[in-house]
């Protein structure tokens, strides 16, 4: 694991990046909510990396500078994308990105330790349905977007079991992993979900359609959507001798062969 790089010819970018509505809106929804995201889970780990029961886990302490990595390349690309196509302007991101940093203050540092490990592992679980159906290659991507998803992707599926290792050396009792789900499930609403009507809004202005069937539109696509929260997902959170780290082989593949896609180093 490793923090790479991928070069961006960002202006080639149409606004119309994507022929599926669906897709194009899911993917503008998480472009816009990504960088407030990983400030919030950058600034986490940043912070429990000093943590003294972290002192004698030099290589748990090297994974969490890696995740830190990765994720500030990834803010790094997704902010002049975002720029590009508009969609760092919306007041609802701002307002929400104090709320959440509001909570992060005020609730413990390892409890967003535990917010961070589950949205990550256990959130992000929709990754695996989108790379089953070939999201990023039957939609009608703009190939450049699509190097953008295929490299941010592979480095999620990479350091998706870092934050999970650390919460459970340092405290992995079931109600601290509860109030970590339970802040997991506010932030992520807060990033992700209160953008839908402004993002659905200037899609539906773009392609010239009406506000609320492209709202309905979205919302059915969302329903159909498979979050990969599941019996077993849960369970390995919540579990006290489970190894995130041990993945299953086609993680490793999908991995290398967007890495060798994407020229990602
Ligand atoms: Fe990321
Ligand atoms: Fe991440």
Redesign the pocket.
């Known amino acids: 694991m490793k923090s790479k790089k991928i070069t961006m010819d960002i202006k080639s970018i149409d606004k119309n990046w994507c022929e599926d509505d669906f897709y194009r809106m899911f993917y503008n929804i998480l472009n816009a909510g ?1 960088p407030p995201f ?1 400030r919030y889970v950058i600034k986490t780990m940043r912070e429990v990396r000093d943590d003294p029961r972290l002192k004698d886990e030099p290589r748990l302490r090297e994974l969490i500078d890696i995740f830190v990595q ?2 500030i390349e ?1 803010t790094k690309m997704h902010v002049p994308v975002n720029k590009h196509l508009d969609l760092d302007q919306f007041p609802i991101s701002k307002r929400t990105e104090k709320i959440t940093r509001f909570i992060q203050r005020k609730t413990p540092l390892h409890m967003s330790v535990a917010s961070s490990a589950f949205i990550e592992f256990v959130g992000f679980g929709f990754f695996d349905s989108h790379i089953k159906k070939e999201v990023l290659y039957s939609s009608g991507m703009h190939e450049e977007m699509a190097k953008l998803w295929k490299w ?1 992707t592979a ?2 599926l990479e350091h998706s079991f870092v934050k999970l290792k650390v919460i459970n050396h340092i405290n992995n009792s079931y109600w601290l992993k509860t109030l970590g789900l339970i802040e997991a499930l506010i932030v992520a609403n807060l990033y992700v979900t209160t953008l839908i009507p402004s993002v659905v809004r200037q899609d539906a202005k773009a392609q010239g359609k009406k506000f609320w069937p492209h709202l309905w539109m979205f919302m059915k696509g969302l329903a159909k959507t498979d979050w990969g929260v599941n019996r077993q997902s849960m369970k390995d959170y919540f579990s006290k001798d489970f190894d995130p780290e041990i993945k299953e082989p086609w993680i490793a593949e999908q991995i290398d062969a967007w890495i060798a896609e994407t020229g990602a180093k």
Do not use: G, L, M, P
């Open positions: 990504i990983e990765q994720e990834h941010h480095e999620e």
